[in-house]
């Protein structure tokens, strides 16, 4: 008999319940420090003088402003529903992309303690909502570390490419799910994958349009959270859905290749919340980076691999509106504040940000087995409850 996985109706998204989590990695390392501008600290433009910002949104407190190129943003925040958090990071010394990656989506500060990935130690030890299939998602194309260790989580490269093509649905899906019976090597991972594509082509998720006027660039970042959208309206039972975005290791050049980057990343992010409208108070968005980049600039007109870093939090249910750490407890960037004589010192450990959001936004009652060893704060008024 081949292996069979209920589908049971997805839950309207209401401010009350469990909110569907949107993580966005920036891989490559995202210049923080040029894209919330701490302008009110003196030394910002003696350290970059020649790749300061000089004309940045003013935020928050007469001290942070928004890079030009997140000008769209400035409404969110306003609005209440974007939050952002500079100096964080986890604490390891890393300036490894891979390493710093893997401890990052770890939730981990040594390479020793790496097993699964934090969000999937958080599936692993909580309810399901559904028995979907799609519980889990990654579109990129393949699961995330971050994901490992939750039951069968599905990577996706394009919601249309998805399945076998015109053999979807057909016998041959059938002949398939005969073959990786029970006891068949691979057989569950099999069967989870031919039931999401039998839950994905009753969804039909390529029939939400985007609504409320809402225009996505034509990109990568642009393509994904479009179709993350769509999967959200499609009542799959998705409950965390990965996004990776490449190309921010701007070793050189960074005025040119940050706005450029920065400029899709506002756009996109604009554009998934006037897409999603109401449907947002069921949902969260975090943006975040495996480190930081140095304070001083380069002789290339870039900066190199750091520590501090900076993370956006997007949703209905953030306390948004406001910009941690307040000016006055920047950690500041005179030579003797910097950590290692080089970098922005982290003031917010990432896991804070993730526990509380965990308790607050995804029904957790101890997040101390998913983020084992970690002591730190679980509530930085980042959340709504």
């Keep these: 008999m081949p292996f069979v996985r209920q589908t049971l109706p997805a839950p309207e998204l209401v401010y009350d319940q469990q909110d569907v989590l949107v993580c966005i990695f920036q891989r490559g390392a995202a210049d923080g420090i040029n894209s919330l501008v701490p302008y009110g600290d003196p030394n910002y433009l003696l350290q970059r003088p020649n790749i300061g910002i000089t004309n940045s949104i003013d935020l928050a407190e007469s001290f942070y402003g928004l890079h030009p190129a997140l000008a769209s943003l400035q409404s969110i925040y306003n609005a209440g529903d974007?939050?952002?958090?500079?100096?964080?990071?986890?604490?390891?010394?890393?300036?490894?992309h891979f390493d710093a990656q893997n401890l990052v989506e770890g939730g981990v500060i040594n390479k020793t303690e790496l097993d699964v990935g934090w969000i999937g130690r958080h599936l692993a030890s909580s309810q399901a909502m559904t028995n979907s299939a799609?519980?889990?998602?990654?579109?990129?194309?393949?699961?995330?570390?971050?994901?490992?260790?939750?039951?069968?989580?599905?990577?996706?490269?394009a919601i249309e490419g998805f399945g076998l093509g015109e053999l979807t649905g057909t016998s041959y899906q059938e002949l398939l799910s005969?073959?990786?019976?029970p006891g068949v090597p691979f057989s569950d991972t099999a069967?989870?994958?031919?039931?999401?594509?039998?839950?994905l082509l009753q969804a039909n998720p390529g029939q939400f349009t985007p609504q409320n006027g809402a225009s996505y660039p034509q990109s990568e970042l642009g393509n994904k959270l479009r179709q993350?959208?769509?999967?959200?309206?499609?009542?799959?039972?998705?409950?965390v859905i990965c996004v990776d975005v490449g190309g921010w290791d701007h070793h050189e050049n960074l005025p040119f290749y940050l706005d450029a980057s920065l400029s899709d990343l506002a756009a996109c992010l604009e554009a998934f919340y006037i897409d999603m409208g109401t449907l947002m108070q069921g949902?969260?968005?975090?943006?975040h980076t495996e480190f930081g980049r140095r304070v001083g600039e380069n002789f290339s007109s870039g900066t190199d691999h750091g520590t501090g870093g900076l993370a956006y939090?997007?949703?209905g249910g953030v306390n948004g509106g406001q910009v941690l750490p307040a000016a006055a407890n920047w950690p500041g960037l005179a030579d003797q504040d910097l950590?290692?004589?080089?970098?922005?010192?982290?003031?917010?450990?990432l896991r804070s940000i993730f526990s509380e959001l965990l308790i607050k936004r995804l029904g957790r009652i101890d997040v101390s087995d998913v983020f084992p060893g970690f002591s730190g704060p679980t509530d930085l008024s980042l959340f709504l409850n």
């Design 283 to 287: 949902i969260t968005v975090v943006v």
């Design 191 to 199: 069967q989870a994958s031919i039931q999401a594509m039998d839950e």
């Design 134 to 157: 799609f519980r889990a998602a990654s579109i990129s194309g393949n699961v995330p570390f971050s994901l490992t260790g939750a039951d069968e989580p599905i990577a996706i490269e």
């Design 339 to 349: 950590y290692m004589g080089e970098d922005l010192a982290i003031t917010t450990d």
């Design 178 to 181: 005969d073959w990786f019976e």
């Design 313 to 315: 939090l997007m949703g």
């Design 228 to 239: 993350t959208g769509q999967m959200i309206r499609s009542s799959l039972g998705t409950e």
């Design 82 to 96: 974007l939050a952002l958090v500079h100096a964080t990071g986890i604490p390891h010394d890393s300036r490894s």
